[in-house]
């Protein structure tokens, strides 16, 4: 598996809509994304869903742009 070049953590890969790579932390956590909105309760569903490496890697300063 690929590697962080600041962190040296373990990274996966994948395109976003806009055919750019981002990088995310390879374990998804679970999360839950709320599904329809009813007028006495909201219905919510567990995900899976992988954090961005960027928000978690201790060495991001270094990527930034600009």
Not at 43 to 65: L, N, R
């Amino acid at each position: 598996m690929p590697t962080c070049k600041g962190c040296g953590q373990e990274i996966k890969w994948v395109k976003t809509p806009a055919g750019k790579n981002m990088p995310l932390d390879p374990k998804p956590v679970k999360m839950v994304e709320i599904v329809s909105r009813l007028s006495d309760a909201d219905v919510g569903i567990v995900v899976d869903v992988y954090m961005p490496h960027w928000a978690t890697c201790s060495k991001a300063e270094q990527f930034k742009k600009g």
